[in-house]
């Protein structure tokens, strides 16, 4: 039996961005078909995800942008942003998808787990301190990498964010805190405009942001190359406690909102190359979290591809 944790709720799909909106709910039920339908879901240690506490939100958002999300979703619905809509369960689903970043990380710190993905949504990774952004509306990576510090202690957390949007929520989060380093591979230009090679942190964090952008059209081998001849060697001499990736599979070649052209299987390599990671610098412990991703045969076949990876690491049967 392996030990790859999948955080999964009904109440992701009751977020409802808007009619015609490319972040649906279709994109979790595919996902969550796929997964329960394979052998890999024998293998998968099915974990209920728990509401975060405001107070848990609080330690990435001010009280004035939780409130007016909160607010927004209980008068039925709206825009954040031109980018960012709410429904009436939205809020309660955003408070649900940063309560799977911490109820994994506890499992997987506890030892119930080596390894996990939460299948979630609203996203997080573009979701700023005091606004929403890019679809995400509390940044659930961030929220689950204090958890990690605040809790157990954790001194050295990598996040590496493949999602072929840079997250400029997560590298604002802790761009002065050499506690998180935070790496990403994006393409550029691209929404929402940050994640240059200049970007590298401030004060106490500088040198703990990386990012490598790609050009449009950049496919397997050339995003590859630069993956293991960057982000590779960063994280190896880091030496993380924990690594959280922000897995995002819009850099897919078929994702109809960016110009990457990444196969289905190039995800599958990185989860691996990531897990060698985790396996060397902290006893495994990795955990993704969902952020885009749009074509949903892509979505559905990279995300088979990144959890067959996860199984086999944690000891899985396949």
């Given at each position: 039996m392996g030990k790859t944790a999948y955080l999964f709720d009904q109440i992701f799909l009751q977020h409802e961005p808007g009619f015609g909106h490319p972040e649906r709910p279709e994109r979790l039920m595919a996902i969550h078909t796929a997964l329960s339908e394979s052998n890999i879901w024998k293998d998968l240690v099915v974990i209920k995800?728990?509401?975060?506490?405001?107070?848990?939100?609080?330690?990435?958002?001010?009280?004035?942008?939780?409130?007016?999300?909160?607010l927004t979703a209980e008068s039925g619905g709206g825009y954040m942003d031109m980018d960012t809509g709410l429904s009436a369960k939205s809020f309660e689903a955003a408070?649900?998808?940063?309560?799977?970043?911490?109820?994994?990380?506890?499992?997987?710190?506890?030892?119930?787990?080596?390894?996990?993905?939460c299948a979630v949504r609203p996203p997080g990774h573009h979701a700023e301190y005091d606004?929403?952004?890019?679809?995400?509306?509390?940044?659930?990576?961030?929220?689950a990498a204090r958890h990690l510090i605040s809790k157990y202690g954790c001194e050295r957390i990598a996040i590496f964010d493949w999602d072929v949007h840079h997250g400029n929520g997560t590298q604002h989060s802790f761009e002065e805190d050499d506690s998180v380093f935070y790496l990403s591979t994006h393409q550029m230009p691209l929404f929402p405009g940050t994640g240059s090679e200049r970007e590298i942190g401030r004060g106490k964090g500088k040198g703990f942001t990386l990012n490598v952008p790609m050009d449009p059209g950049t496919g397997e081998e050339q995003y590859l190359k630069e993956f293991r001849k960057k982000i590779v060697p960063a994280i190896d001499s880091y030496k993380p406690d924990f690594i959280l990736i922000s897995s995002g599979f819009d850099a897919h070649k078929n994702d109809p909102l960016a110009s990457l052209k990444l196969e289905s299987r190039t995800f599958y390599t990185l989860a691996c190359e990531m897990a060698e990671l985790a396996g060397k610098h902290c006893g495994g412990k990795m955990l993704a979290f969902l952020e885009g991703g749009y074509n949903l045969t892509a979505l559905e076949e990279s995300v088979m591809h990144m959890m067959k990876a996860f199984v086999e690491a944690s000891g899985g049967s396949l």
């Amino acid at each position: 039996m392996g030990k790859t944790a999948y955080l999964f709720d009904q109440i992701f799909l009751q977020h409802e961005p808007g009619f015609g909106h490319p972040e649906r709910p279709e994109r979790l039920m595919a996902i969550h078909t796929a997964l329960s339908e394979s052998n890999i879901w024998k293998d998968l240690v099915v974990i209920k995800p728990k509401k975060a506490d405001i107070s848990a939100i609080e330690t990435n958002h001010s009280k004035k942008y939780i409130e007016e999300v909160r607010l927004t979703a209980e008068s039925g619905g709206g825009y954040m942003d031109m980018d960012t809509g709410l429904s009436a369960k939205s809020f309660e689903a955003a408070l649900f998808a940063a309560g799977a970043g911490i109820s994994a990380c506890d499992a997987i710190m506890q030892g119930k787990a080596q390894n996990g993905f939460c299948a979630v949504r609203p996203p997080g990774h573009h979701a700023e301190y005091d606004y929403a952004s890019g679809f995400c509306l509390f940044n659930n990576i961030a929220i689950a990498a204090r958890h990690l510090i605040s809790k157990y202690g954790c001194e050295r957390i990598a996040i590496f964010d493949w999602d072929v949007h840079h997250g400029n929520g997560t590298q604002h989060s802790f761009e002065e805190d050499d506690s998180v380093f935070y790496l990403s591979t994006h393409q550029m230009p691209l929404f929402p405009g940050t994640g240059s090679e200049r970007e590298i942190g401030r004060g106490k964090g500088k040198g703990f942001t990386l990012n490598v952008p790609m050009d449009p059209g950049t496919g397997e081998e050339q995003y590859l190359k630069e993956f293991r001849k960057k982000i590779v060697p960063a994280i190896d001499s880091y030496k993380p406690d924990f690594i959280l990736i922000s897995s995002g599979f819009d850099a897919h070649k078929n994702d109809p909102l960016a110009s990457l052209k990444l196969e289905s299987r190039t995800f599958y390599t990185l989860a691996c190359e990531m897990a060698e990671l985790a396996g060397k610098h902290c006893g495994g412990k990795m955990l993704a979290f969902l952020e885009g991703g749009y074509n949903l045969t892509a979505l559905e076949e990279s995300v088979m591809h990144m959890m067959k990876a996860f199984v086999e690491a944690s000891g899985g049967s396949l």
